[in-house]
């Protein structure tokens, strides 16, 4: 296990290290300059040569990476362009929404996919089980900017329940939560769908293996073959669809952060590409990937846990 964890690590820091010099290079071959940016159409040459003497983008670009590179390994993602503060402050401030919604929107993903998924396979060849994988494909076709706007009709305008919009922030824990609970749904929905799909066809292919049926004829019940036996073998393929939804659900919800108003990390980004802040991008792209690769391989930790032969 130990030398498995090993060859992960190495080949997480190798990952890391090539999308890093992927992100710096798109970024910087995005038109437009960042100087002229700030300083409008109407600055003299030499204002503008000035300005980019000072952010230091008169440097060659390989010299520019390895400067940023450094400061990255040690945590110093540099200064914002436009509001001269410390990037990695900005997005450790944005994270705070982005993470807290991602992690609710997970959990209520599972908590409606779980059962969901078992009552479909549990009902393989009945009318239930079409009923029910017709709901989850409709949850599927739905889109969660419009699923938002009509929750946001019903449970803020409507019924005013929740909180249309807006985080007034976690000195106020109550208020933060109630102001997260509608987009959570909203992006939870598709995402809920896709795994009780997923699960029902892993569970189906597992209560087809040999040591189900010898459970039965040892006097299970079908749940209870399918509860004790079959949920845990059919969790690798969930645990993949559970990575990549996560990983989604923290750098994809940008349209959900603007429909509500909140002050997340995609939004963020969304700022920082109108107002070529380059700086910004870099850094909160790359906070992203690497939240993705951790991610990545805290699932490959879980599939050798659950399955002891992947470790060779």
């Known amino acids: 296990m130990l030398r498995y964890v090993t060859r992960r690590l190495i080949s997480l820091g190798l990952s890391l290290l090539v999308a890093s010099a992927l992100i710096f290079a798109v970024v910087e071959l995005v038109p437009g300059d960042p100087a002229?940016?700030?300083l409008g159409t109407g600055a003299q040459p030499e204002t503008v040569a000035a300005l980019r003497e000072q952010l230091g983008l008169?440097?060659?670009?390989?010299?520019?990476?390895?400067?940023?590179?450094?400061?990255v390994?040690?945590?110093?993602?540099?200064?914002?362009?436009?509001?001269?503060?410390?990037?990695?402050?900005?997005?450790?401030?944005?994270?705070?929404?982005?993470?807290?919604l991602a992690l609710l929107a997970l959990v209520l993903?599972?908590?409606?996919?779980?059962?969901?998924?078992?009552?479909?396979?549990?009902?393989?060849?009945?009318?239930?089980e079409t009923a029910v994988m017709g709901?989850?494909?409709i949850?599927?076709?739905?889109?969660?900017?419009?699923?938002?706007?009509?929750?946001?009709?019903?449970?803020?305008?409507?019924?005013?329940l929740l909180p249309a919009g807006g985080f007034?922030?976690?000195?106020h824990p109550g208020a933060a939560l109630k102001s997260l609970i509608l987009p959570a749904v909203a992006l939870a929905l598709p995402q809920a769908a896709i795994l009780a799909r997923v699960l029902r066809s892993a569970l189906v292919e597992t209560l087809g293996q040999d040591y189900i049926r010898t459970a039965r004829a040892k006097g299970l019940?079908?749940?209870?073959?399918?509860?004790?036996?079959?949920?845990?073998?059919?969790?690798?393929?969930?645990l993949t669809i559970l990575g990549m939804q996560f990983s989604f659900l923290l750098a994809g919800a940008i349209i959900i952060e603007n429909v509500f108003y909140l002050p997340g990390l995609g939004r963020l980004i969304f700022q920082a590409i109108t107002q070529r802040d380059l700086i910004v991008v870099q850094g909160a792209v790359l906070v992203l990937v690497a939240a993705v690769i951790l991610v990545t391989f805290l699932v490959d930790l879980s599939y050798a846990l659950i399955d002891p032969r992947l470790r060779r």
């Open 36 to 38: 002229s940016f700030m």
């Open 58 to 71: 008169d440097l060659p670009l390989p010299l520019r990476y390895l400067h940023w590179l450094g400061g």
């Open 73 to 100: 390994v040690t945590g110093d993602l540099g200064h914002s362009f436009t509001y001269k503060t410390p990037v990695a402050g900005m997005i450790l401030d944005r994270m705070q929404v982005s993470l807290p």
């Open 109 to 128: 993903a599972v908590a409606v996919a779980l059962p969901i998924g078992m009552f479909a396979a549990g009902r393989r060849g009945r009318a239930a």
């Open 135 to 137: 709901a989850t494909q």
């Open 139 to 160: 949850g599927i076709a739905l889109p969660n900017f419009w699923f938002a706007m009509l929750l946001v009709l019903v449970f803020a305008v409507n019924l005013r």
């Open 168 to 171: 007034p922030g976690w000195s």
């Open 221 to 238: 019940t079908a749940g209870q073959a399918l509860s004790r036996h079959a949920l845990r073998n059919a969790l690798i393929p969930v």
